[in-house]
């Protein structure tokens, strides 16, 4: 019976430890990467497009994109039920990656329907 209640012990130990320290499953955090750079890239362009539509230019047009990035944010965090520590490692991951690689496809969007729109 010794046996048994060691083993008993150890499971407590052992559940106790693992609920300390939370785990993550590494092919889940890479799917989860890949949904948040897709998302930002295809609301960069979108909201590129829209920005060189409405004819924005200089700062108005970085103000725009700093925008729908926030709601982009907010509103992948919503999706993730506003508990991100369950999807993602830190708040860093939601927030603020991919956002520079965002930066520039806006740019490049803002500028090509610019001027398709208000050039040619």
């Known amino acids: 019976m010794a ?3 060691d083993s008993v012990a150890s499971e407590k ?3 106790e430890d693992s609920n300390d320290v939370p785990t993550f499953h590494a092919e889940n955090m890479q799917n989860n990467m890949k949904v948040i750079y897709y998302s930002r890239t295809f609301m960069s362009i979108i909201s590129g497009v829209i920005a060189g539509i409405l004819g924005f230019t200089s700062l108005t047009g970085f103000i725009f994109y700093f925008l729908v990035m926030t709601i982009t944010s907010v509103g992948l965090t919503a999706k993730a039920g ?3 520590h369950s999807y993602f490692d830190c708040w860093n991951r939601i927030i603020l990656d991919g956002f520079l690689g965002g930066l520039m496809s806006f740019v490049l969007f803002w500028t090509f ?3 398709m729109i208000h050039i040619f």
Do not use: C, Q
């Open 3 to 5: 046996g048994h209640h």
């Open 13 to 15: 130990k052992s559940s």
């Open 82 to 84: 506003f508990s991100v």
């Open 113 to 115: 329907a610019y001027d």
